[in-house]
Every structure is written in C-alpha cells, then in structure tokens.
C-alpha cells in the first residue's frame, strides 16, 4: 500500500489511556526508522486526542474495538503494521482474542511486567526493541488558554483516586484522611479523574475536576501543579509525560509483586517517589504518603530558594 508515493505504516493501540501515552515514544523511534514513510496510528476514538499531540504521526485514525481492527489488517496490506496489543488481549466489546503474531507471543497478560516496562513489553511484542524513552505529551496553546479561563491556585498537587482495576486504588477513608492533613498545611488539592468517589464538599482547599475536563486540559492541570500524587493510572502516566513530579502508589497487580510499569524520568526515579507495598496498594499508610509528600514539597521550595538566590547574586 501506497500513499503518495510513500509507504504506509501503521501503529496501533487503542487502549486505555496509560498505555498510549506510555508508548508515545514507539511513534518517534518509527519515524527515526523510516523519516519518510506515511505513519498512521489506529486508536479509540475516546484518546484520539491524546495521539494528535504525537509530532510524528502523519495522520490519527479511530476504530471502535480490537476485532474491528483486526478485521481490518486482514482485509488492507498497509507497508508495515506495529501492532502493540499483547497477542491473546481480548477484545472488551466483543470478548474475542486478539492475536498478534509479529512480535514475541510468549509474551501475554499474565507475565508481560516481567519484560519490563509498559513501553518495554508492549515493544517486544510487536517485535520491536525494548525501548526505554521518556514519553512527551506537546499540549496545544489552545488548552494552555482553556485551563487558564479556571484560574486556579497559583500553587497546588493534583491527586487521581481511581484506576480501571480496584486492586490498584487506595481506599476513598484514607485519600481523604490526606487531604485533611494536607489542609492543615495550608496546601491547595485538585483531584482529576472521570468521577470522584471521595465524596467531599469544594472548598478553599480541595477542587474536584472530576468529568469536567477533556483528556489535555487533565494533562494541562498536572503539567501546571507542583506535584502528581495517585495511584497506577492513565493520569500518572500524563504526568510522567509532561514532566510534573509524582508520588505514586504500587501494590500487588496480578501476579506481579513488584512492578514498573513506567519508562524515562518516572522510572529512573529523578522525576517520581515510588512507594510499594508488599501487599495491596490499600495497605500503605497515609502518614507514609503524608510524609513523602512533606519531603518533596520541602526539597522543591529549597531548590527553587537556591535558584532564586543565584540568579539575584549573578544580576546583582
């Protein structure tokens, strides 16, 4: 298949939200491959405007469901296809497993984090190297300008509750015992997320944005805060791509004990605070997450002190 003369090259994931933005940097090594070839990337029409912020993408398609998309590569001979769905993933709308068979199909739903990252993982089964990129989100002025319109806090942390997986998520007593703390503090809390299940009133305090905002202007208001804190999520792996600092919380998922499912800055551990338990995720203290919170906030306003400072002593 040509398109202008150009070969045709096709990505494709469609889902969920950590995972596209986790394999952002699978759209750049392609182009650095082949600079001119015309690359397209299937998606959910829900993220599709998550994957138009990828600069090396020719064009964005949407398709309803992994077996349309399968459907499809039967039916078209594009040049190549990266399919980064796991071989085996089953479809949610039709229950049918998909089957991937370019990559490494040893690779399935019940081992993949022990190949590594998200990015990692999904790389090597779609046959590609186990790429361990930093993932960047480019938001478009356009949302930098809507997100503005709120006039929020000049200062504030953004915190996400809820994952599509329970076992992954806090529980709704001690997010809130948090937040209580964190108000003593004086400190401005955004929660994010398509609902809040916290049950709490606004206040000076506490915004709750939940389903009031698209997928980039929730990139926005964590590109704009002081600090991400959350559970394994879509809105953790935006913060890793747009470079706020996080604080995340990890348990047992599965039969992982212990996993990483992020690459870049999140991963090496200069841009997040990792904090595991050996058991459930619910099982972490809130003075644990209270305290590390404290520890970063204080080394931010240190850092900034002391950049502030130097910059006086070289005008001076």
């Known amino acids: 298949m040509r398109r202008e003369g150009r070969r045709v090259i096709v990505i494709t994931l469609l889902e969920h939200l950590g995972d596209i933005v986790a ?58 296809v990266v399919d980064l769905h796991i071989d085996g993933r089953v479809c949610p709308t039709c229950r049918i497993p ?3 068979f ?3 199909r040893s690779i399935n739903l019940s081992n993949y984090f022990y190949y590594g990252s998200l990015l990692g993982s999904f790389c090597k089964a779609a046959g590609l190297p186990a790429l361990d990129d930093q993932p960047v989100l480019h938001l478009p002025k356009r ?24 076992c992954k998520d806090w529980s709704s007593q ?30 000076e305090h506490y915004i709750d944005l939940c389903g009031k905002l698209s997928l980039l202007e929730t990139a926005e208001v964590i ?67 209270y305290q590390e919170i404290s520890r970063v906030l204080t080394l931010s306003a240190t850092l900034s002190a002391v950049a502030s400072n130097n910059k006086s002593r070289a005008n001076a």
């Not at 090396?56 to 349309?68: A, E």
């Not at 002081?226 to 470079?243: E, M, Q, R, T």
Request: hydrophobic share 35%.
């Open 23 to 80: 394999c952002e940097p699978v759209a750049r090594y392609v182009r650095s491959q082949e600079p001119n070839s015309f690359l397209i990337w299937f998606v959910s029409p829900t993220y599709r405007e998550i994957v138009e912020t990828y600069a090396s993408l020719d064009r964005v398609r949407t398709i309803n469901c992994i077996t349309s998309w399968s459907r499809l590569r039967r039916s078209v001979r594009f040049d190549r």
């Open 98 to 100: 998909h089957g991937n």
């Open 102 to 104: 370019d990559g490494d």
């Open 143 to 166: 949302v930098k300008g809507c997100v503005a319109s709120l006039r929020l806090a000049e200062q504030y942390l953004v915190i996400h509750c809820n994952s599509n997986e329970l």
């Open 174 to 203: 001690k997010w809130n015992k948090l937040l209580d703390r964190l108000a003593l503090d004086d400190i401005k809390v955004i929660e994010v997320g398509l609902q809040s299940d916290l049950g709490r009133s606004q206040s």
């Open 223 to 289: 590109r704009g805060s002081k600090l991400f804190v959350g559970i394994d999520s879509g809105p953790a792996h935006i913060a890793n791509a747009v470079g706020t600092y996080g604080i995340i919380l990890l348990g047992q998922y599965r039969a992982f004990n212990c996993y990483q499912p992020y690459s870049g800055a999140f991963a090496d551990g200069s841009m997040a605070s990792v904090i595991y338990s050996k058991s459930h995720v619910r099982d972490i203290s809130v003075n644990t997450v």
